[in-house]
């Protein structure tokens, strides 16, 4: 009897670890980690700096301790244009406020999170006017990437996001037939090709463009007020009885501007 308890017991040991292990790669929990309905991204012009806002959530039913979360910038797409923010990139710009090195990659150490709770996590974004970006009448877009490490119930976990890998490597390990075989896959996913992490994360991105000048709104504005100033005049020649006033000064003012620009005939030179 003792040697049957032992073994439930035991067995019971080794059910529970597996089941927090397998809950760690749950796609339904690891989706609500970064969710896209918490984001807030920036529509910049080129030299303002703006904030990227979202939640960080733990999702479990276990507190996530020593949490570790990477941001960084890492490519710029325009329509037809996309460049790397690597090795090559010789702008300056645009760059995370606080960050160290050539500023694109900044580090967030949230506190633990309770089981089902979440904070608020805010990156400033600077850029300027000579940096890469959208025109007036273009989006250009900056990816921000993710990589998120943390313990849950003792047990290590990687999580990232799909800037991480090249385009060929993510289909590599989604598409269909990608050799799953678990315990490295979820679903059709071989998370073994990316590295053997826990989850994949949502990317995110900021847009950048040209400064809108503001003479035009002005020339609009300054031309809808002539318009509707004539339209006015015009109405009161129609209908002096309202507008007595108004109707002889604006007609005195069409004869002085009629003598100006009709073309004197028989004038001697």
């Known amino acids: 009897m003792r040697a049957t308890a032992l073994c439930i017991a035991l067995l019971a040991i080794l059910a529970a670890s597996s089941s927090a292990a397998a809950d760690v790669r749950d796609p339904g929990l690891v989706n609500k980690i970064l969710m896209y309905g918490t984001f807030e991204t920036p529509d910049l012009d080129a030299g303002q700096q703006g904030v990227i806002a979202f939640d960080l959530t733990n999702p479990y039913n276990d507190p996530l301790t020593n949490i ?3 941001a ?4 710029y ?15 300056g710009y645009p760059k995370f406020e606080g960050a160290s ?3 694109r990659e900044v580090k967030i150490i949230p506190p633990t999170l309770a089981s089902n709770s979440s904070t608020r996590v805010n990156l400033t974004v600077l850029t300027s006017s ?3 970006h959208g025109g007036i009448f273009s989006q250009g877009s900056y990816l921000v990437r993710f990589w998120l490490t943390f313990v849950l119930d003792g047990i290590p976990a990687k999580m990232a996001s799909p800037g991480y890998w090249s385009k060929e490597q993510f289909m590599w390990a989604t598409q269909e037939g990608a ?11 071989n998370l073994t090709r990316l590295g053997g992490i826990d989850g994949i994360l ?7 463009k040209d400064i809108i000048p503001e003479w035009p709104f002005y020339l609009f504005g300054t031309g809808a007020i002539f318009f509707l100033l004539l339209a006015f005049l015009y109405y009161a020649e129609e209908n002096p009885s309202k507008f007595p006033r108004t109707a002889r000064a604006f007609a005195g003012f069409k004869g002085r501007l009629v003598r100006v620009f009709r073309p004197r005939k028989g004038r001697k030179t």
């Open 130 to 132: 000579d940096m890469p």
């Open 72 to 75: 960084s910038i890492y490519q």
């Open 77 to 91: 797409v325009e329509q037809d244009t996309s460049m790397m923010l690597d090795s090559t990139w010789t702008h």
């Open 68 to 70: 570790v979360l990477n």
């Open 179 to 189: 050799g799953c075989v678990s315990p490295g896959c979820v679903g059709q996913v």
């Open 101 to 103: 090195d050539t500023g």
């Open 202 to 208: 949502p990317d995110t991105a900021f847009g950048v």
